[in-house]
């Protein structure tokens, strides 16, 4: 079965880190790109960071510039997405998900469930 898990969501203060985690299994992992997405209370889900899956390239969106790292580990089946100076508009549950072209241009093709990730003020 294909799954990705998603962990390390949790509850930090303004400035705070986190580093949340996917592991891939059921597909081959290293022909994919892959891309952290969140959803925020009362909001759609959007796109944050995808890094694709050759030559590692790296995308993000302006409000994370900056503060997010996405990386990954073939080897391991994983990617992450470090996360520093955290603010409260950084609350959401985060996502993690497989996009097949391998560009993080099209449409993803497997879904985690989330994590979520708290930042007080």
Known sequence: ???LQAS???LVHTGGSLTLSCVASGFRFDDYA????RQAPGKERVGVSCITKRDFRTQYIDAVK??????RDNAK??????????KPEDTAVYYCAA???GTCRSAYDYWGQGTL???SS
């Open 99 to 101: 996009e097949s072209l």
């Open 117 to 119: 990730v708290t930042v």
């Open 1 to 3: 079965d294909v799954q």
């Open 77 to 86: 089946n994983m990617v992450y997405l470090q996360m520093k100076d955290l």
């Open 8 to 10: 390390g969501g949790g």
């Open 34 to 37: 892959v891309g952290w997405f």
């Open 66 to 71: 900056g503060r997010f790292t996405i990386s």
